[in-house]
């Protein structure tokens, strides 16, 4: 059998990974954009900040695609697919023999209709090469726009604080991120931006204007008045690229709709990571969910068992401070404190109906790690001992 993988983000390389991992011989081709498949969560901290270069991004090195007879064909990518003649078309016009596909083609930084948004000066961050592009911009004492407090926005506005940049941060919500890690954390998680030297507004932005002395933002609610920037960055989401699939015949809806096993309408191709989005729920656009599509991928070509679901997870960084949080916070009908924020480390425990449904932590992985378990198992907790720090979380997971 011969599969092409279209796409080598962290779905793409996971999915050729866990094939060759389960013992598939057969041909396997991994098509990608870049120089190399590379990771990239660290665009938006080490790499901006300029503590890690490309190489150090890399997802393999550079030899293990030799030795796991994957064939990588780099700063290409494909411009067609044709599922039922098995053949996959990529620019230039070289044609691959394919008996299934995998489509990881991931998405694009969204760009909002926001007069002036096509200036120069406003940036988004998904690739390598928008992280140079803006980093160029971070001068120490550059005025920094940043729009969208979610996780981009606020890694980007904590590493450009950190290079000098004088950071102005705006949202309209006046608690970002309040769904995921629940209200309290949230809000001051929110509030160390300000506590650490950025201005944080609560506004959206009705336009852009360019100005002798740089772009000018103006903010919805006229509250806040109009404010000249050196540079911009839109950290507002991003958009599935479903094109090729589109083209292909393949349904698409808010992305790639896949069933079990990743696979889309047409059984031929599948589909993984931050473009594909089950019938059922939402696209799932974290690192490790993307993991994960990449390995269901791979069992469903090699007709394994999948890998037993587990409760979702992902983490940020900033300030230096990390973060983590694990399972659907937004479905909690109580909340449990686990210390102070103010301590070196402290977690916020999600309960519904006397079961943990989520957790997020500060400086404490531990505590996600034990509160996934919770979740993973449907163990009862008292909210009593979930809330003392002196009482040991592996005691709770023993019952």
Same mark, same amino acid.
């Given at each position: =059998?011969?599969?092409?993988? #279209?796409?080598?983000? %962290?779905?793409?390389?996971?999915?050729?990974?866990?094939?060759?991992?389960?013992?598939?011989?057969?041909?396997?081709?991994?098509?990608?954009?870049?120089?190399?498949? !590379?990771?990239?969560?660290?665009?938006?901290?080490?790499?901006?900040?300029?503590?890690?270069?490309?190489?150090? *991004?890399?997802?393999?090195?550079?030899?293990? !695609?030799?030795?796991?007879?994957?064939?990588? %064909?780099? $700063?290409?990518?494909?411009?067609? +697919?044709?599922?039922?003649?098995?053949?996959?078309?990529?620019?230039?016009?070289?044609?691959?023999?394919?008996?299934?596909?995998?489509?990881?083609?991931?998405?694009?930084?969204?760009?909002?209709p926001i007069p002036g948004g096509d200036s120069e000066r406003v940036h988004v961050l998904r690739t390598v090469e928008d992280a140079d592009r803006l980093r160029a911009a971070l001068a120490p004492g550059a005025r920094l726009l940043v729009v969208? #407090?979610?996780?981009?926005?606020?890694?980007?506005?904590?590493?450009?604080?950190? +290079?000098?940049? &004088?950071?102005?941060?705006?949202?309209?919500?006046?608690?970002?991120?309040? /769904?995921? +890690? @629940?209200? &309290?954390?949230?809000?001051?998680?929110?509030?160390?931006?300000?506590?650490?030297? %950025?201005?944080?507004?609560?506004?959206?932005?009705?336009?852009? #204007?360019?100005?002798?002395?740089?772009?000018?933002?103006?903010?919805?609610?006229?509250? &806040?008045?109009?404010?000249?920037?050196? /540079?911009?960055?839109?950290?507002?989401?991003?958009?599935?690229?479903?094109?090729?699939?589109?083209?292909?015949? *393949?349904?698409?809806?808010?992305?790639?709709?896949?069933?079990p096993g990743q696979i889309t309408s047409n059984p031929a191709v599948l589909a993984v990571g931050d473009a594909a989005r089950t019938r059922q729920g939402p696209r799932a656009e974290h690192w490790e969910a993307g993991r994960h599509d990449g390995?269901?991928?791979?069992?469903?070509? *090699? @007709?394994?068992?999948?890998?037993?679901?587990?409760?979702?997870?992902?983490?940020?960084?900033?300030?230096?401070?990390?973060?983590?949080?694990? @399972?659907? =916070?937004?479905?909690?009908? $109580?909340?449990?404190?686990?210390?102070?924020?103010?301590?070196?480390?402290?977690?916020?425990?999600? *309960?519904?109906?006397?079961?943990?449904?989520?957790? /997020?932590?500060?400086?404490?992985?531990?505590?996600?790690?034990?509160?996934?378990? =919770? %979740?993973?198992?449907? =163990?009862?907790?008292?909210?009593?001992?979930?809330?003392?720090?002196?009482?040991?979380?592996?005691?709770?997971?023993?019952?």
């Amino acid at each position: =059998m011969k599969v092409v993988v #279209a796409g080598g983000g %962290i779905a793409g390389v996971s999915t050729v990974a866990a094939l060759r991992a389960g013992g598939f011989d057969g041909d396997l081709t991994l098509v990608d954009g870049g120089e190399f498949p !590379y990771d990239r969560p660290p665009l938006s901290k080490e790499f901006l900040a300029g503590a890690k270069d490309l190489k150090q *991004l890399a997802l393999q090195s550079a030899h293990w !695609y030799d030795e796991h007879g994957v064939r990588l %064909i780099s $700063q290409t990518r494909v411009t067609a +697919l044709r599922p039922a003649g098995g053949v996959v078309e990529l620019a230039g016009g070289l044609l691959l023999r394919a008996d299934r596909v995998v489509l990881a083609t991931g998405g694009g930084a969204a760009r909002p209709p926001i007069p002036g948004g096509d200036s120069e000066r406003v940036h988004v961050l998904r690739t390598v090469e928008d992280a140079d592009r803006l980093r160029a911009a971070l001068a120490p004492g550059a005025r920094l726009l940043v729009v969208g #407090a979610g996780l981009i926005g606020a890694e980007v506005a904590s590493t450009a604080l950190g +290079l000098g940049c &004088e950071v102005v941060l705006a949202d309209p919500l006046a608690t970002p991120l309040a /769904a995921a +890690l @629940g209200a &309290e954390l949230a809000a001051w998680l929110h509030g160390l931006h300000a506590r650490r030297g %950025i201005v944080t507004l609560r506004a959206g932005v009705e336009s852009f #204007a360019e100005t002798a002395s740089g772009i000018e933002a103006r903010f919805s609610g006229g509250f &806040e008045p109009p404010r000249v920037f050196d /540079a911009v960055v839109l950290g507002v989401g991003m958009v599935p690229e479903t094109a090729l699939a589109a083209a292909a015949g *393949l349904e698409v809806e808010r992305g790639i709709v896949v069933g079990p096993g990743q696979i889309t309408s047409n059984p031929a191709v599948l589909a993984v990571g931050d473009a594909a989005r089950t019938r059922q729920g939402p696209r799932a656009e974290h690192w490790e969910a993307g993991r994960h599509d990449g390995e269901r991928a791979a069992a469903t070509l *090699l @007709g394994t068992r999948a890998p037993a679901p587990t409760a979702p997870w992902f983490w940020t960084d900033r300030h230096g401070r990390h973060v983590e949080a694990v @399972g659907h =916070m937004a479905a909690a009908d $109580q909340v449990v404190v686990r210390g102070s924020f103010d301590d070196p480390a402290c977690s916020v425990f999600g *309960l519904r109906d006397g079961l943990v449904v989520a957790a /997020a932590a500060v400086d404490d992985p531990n505590a996600v790690r034990a509160a996934r378990r =919770m %979740i993973d198992r449907r =163990m009862p907790a008292d909210a009593g001992r979930l809330s003392d720090p002196g009482v040991n979380l592996r005691a709770l997971l023993r019952g």
